[in-house]
Nanobody, 121 residues
Framework: QVQLVESGGGLVQAGGSLRLSCAASGRTLRNYVMGWFRQAPGKEREFVAA????????YYADSVKGRFTISRDNAKNSVFLQMNSLKPEDTAVYYCAADYTVQAMNEARYWGQGTQVTVSS
């Protein structure tokens, strides 16, 4: 019933910026935590960032802290990831995810199809 659709991925040079968007459809994800994971070729999926419904709780992986900013617009049922100072190691498929708690997000009940981010050096 609920679908998450990512957009905004693409090719960017090192040091550049990119903004990812994820829009949920089917129902309003009230009280859900929404966030982002990524998976690079040959590597396991890793957590990137997440934000609670109220915005009161925000989580970042150490590897992106200070460079990435997560935000959400509940009126649009959407979550965003502003990525600045991009590095080649940020290259991955980025997935949007949603669940009731951040602890459950690694096996979240809702996932997007993924959007490719490629950072060239």
């Amino acid at each position: 019933q609920v679908q998450l659709v990512e957009s905004g991925g693409g090719l960017v040079q090192a040091g550049g910026s990119l903004r990812l968007s994820c829009a949920a459809s089917g129902r309003t994800l009230r009280n859900y935590v929404m966030g982002w994971f990524r998976q690079a070729p040959g590597k396991e999926r890793e957590f990137v960032a997440a934000k609670s419904w109220s915005g009161g709780s925000t989580y970042y992986a150490d590897s992106v802290k200070g460079r990435f900013t997560i935000s959400r617009d509940n009126a649009k049922n959407s979550v965003f990831l502003q990525m600045n100072s991009l590095k080649p190691e940020d290259t991955a498929v980025y997935y949007c995810a949603a669940d009731y708690t951040v602890q459950a997000m690694n096996e979240a009940r809702y996932w997007g199809q993924g959007t490719q981010v490629t950072v060239s050096s």
